[in-house]
């Protein structure tokens, strides 16, 4: 009767002894992570397949299921002996690990992602003078592959970076657009430059689909002389006959300097330093103005200008005006002098009055800054010297602008001394 007993004892101990239950069978288990170390990208859906020394296959199961993230694993019941394990996912290239199992057994493993949305380019490089880059992102995938691109470039560099392609828009940060399946999408870079030395920075191409989770950091730099902020003007300003116009005033908006046409109707401005738009201007006296403005270019400009015959003339007592030599201080009187004016054609003509030049090396003011010249009365307006804002000599130019009498310039210099 003791031996049953005993007997049905050693039974019910082994039954509830795990151990003896899985005797001779261990488990695998460790970390399955990112080969190229990225957070972002997402872990899941991760097959292993276990096999003997023999190929058969002792275990072929998810360890990490899809639609579960993390990078935790564990296969149990595998008993002692040499092993191959390949694990798998659906995002992730196969890796093959040999394994000799004794008893549980830690393996960590690192997988290499299979990538969905690839870049073309290691590192999107402007050269001296080239403004135009094309970034190519490709999807691999059978499903569209929405992204997003951020540029990160250093503080105080400044310069306006724009991208064009289908579908892509910029959304306060950077642009977003989507690449169709198994296709690719060319995505045009273009720079205005504004600094005069090299800019360094990086473009972030990340996607944005579940557990593909890509990120490419390409650097970009922007390679700048003197020569590259820089671009040339020159043109001809002919009239409606052909013939080229000499000593026609012709302004630009970089520089806010004057220059006059030669013998050939032809015009110059070298190294006109950045700006984003180049607004050139004509004024003739015996001429209709006109104006043209271009998107700034690291090139040569060429603004060519036809102009229109008025006829109506104005004729002043002075167009060179020189206040002389002084000293301008807190509270003195300003320097008036009047400039007179006639119709030649005794018809009333409308005017108004413009500065060239956007900041002043003195103030000058006139007064009117508008108004009507009529018939052959005398017209008078005045022009105010105001404080200089240091020592030198100095030049400046008003226009007398005019809608059917040309349009008049006056120089105006001054010499600023102790």
């Known amino acids: 009767m003791k031996k049953i007993i005993f007997f049905c004892l050693m039974i019910i101990c082994c039954a509830c002894d795990p151990s003896q239950t899985q005797a001779g069978k261990y488990s695998i288990s460790g970390v399955i992570s990112d080969a190229e170390g990225s957070l972002e990208r997402l872990m899941t859906g991760v097959n292993a397949v276990v096999t003997n020394s023999t190929g058969k296959q002792v275990y072929n199961g998810e360890v990490i299921p899809e639609g579960v993230v993390g990078g935790s694993y564990s296969i149990k019941g595998i008993p002692q002996g040499e092993y191959e394990v390949v694990f798998q996912g659906d995002y992730y290239k196969p890796g093959s690990y040999v394994v000799s199992v004794s008893g549980d057994t830690e393996l960590d493993v690192e997988l290499e992602p299979i990538h969905l949305m690839t870049i073309d380019q290691n590192e ?19 499903t569209p592959i929405s992204f997003g691109i951020r540029a990160d470039v250093p503080m105080g560099d400044l310069f306006f970076l724009e991208m064009s392609a289908s579908g892509l828009k910029p959304d306060g940060r950077g642009w977003h657009g989507t690449v169709d399946p198994m296709s690719s999408l060319d995505v045009n870079m273009k720079i205005s430059r504004a600094s005069m030395e090299n ?13 593909t989770w890509e990120k ?23 009239d409606v006959d052909g013939m080229p116009l ?3 005033a012709v302004w630009n908006s970089c520089t806010e300097t004057l220059t006059y046409t030669d013998e050939n109707g032809e015009y110059s401005f070298e190294s006109l330093p950045y ?25 040569e400009f060429v603004m060519d200008f036809v102009l229109e015959p ?13 206040f002389g030599e002084g000293r301008i201080v807190e509270g003195a009187e300003k320097e008036k002098i009047e400039v007179n004016a006639t119709s030649d054609m005794g018809e009333m003509v409308t005017f108004s009055i413009v500065s060239t030049t956007r900041e002043a090396d003195f103030a000058v003011s006139y007064n009117p800054a508008s ?5 052959t009365k005398r017209f008078v307006f005045t022009l105010d010297r105001g404080r200089s804002k240091g020592l030198g000599e100095y030049t400046r130019h008003i226009v007398l602008h005019t809608e059917d009498a040309g349009s008049y310039v006056f120089r105006i210099t001054y010499t600023n001394i102790e």
């Open 310 to 322: 008025v006829h109506k003339h104005i004729t002043f007592d002075r167009m060179n005006i020189d």
């Open 275 to 299: 700006i984003s738009m180049i607004r050139t201007e004509v004024y003739s006296e015996y001429h209709q103005h006109q104006s043209r403005s271009e998107e700034y270019a690291v090139r």
């Open 246 to 248: 000499e000593g026609v």
């Open 216 to 238: 490419y950091d390409i650097p970009m730099v922007i390679e700048t002389s003197e020569k590259d902020m820089y671009a040339n003007l020159r043109g001809t300003v002919r």
């Open 199 to 211: 800019v360094e920075g990086v473009l972030h191409i990340f996607s944005t689909a579940p557990y």
């Open 124 to 142: 999107i490089l402007f050269e001296p003078r080239v403004n135009d880059r094309i970034l190519t992102i490709r999807n691999l995938s059978e």
């Open 371 to 375: 108004g009507v010249i009529k018939d």
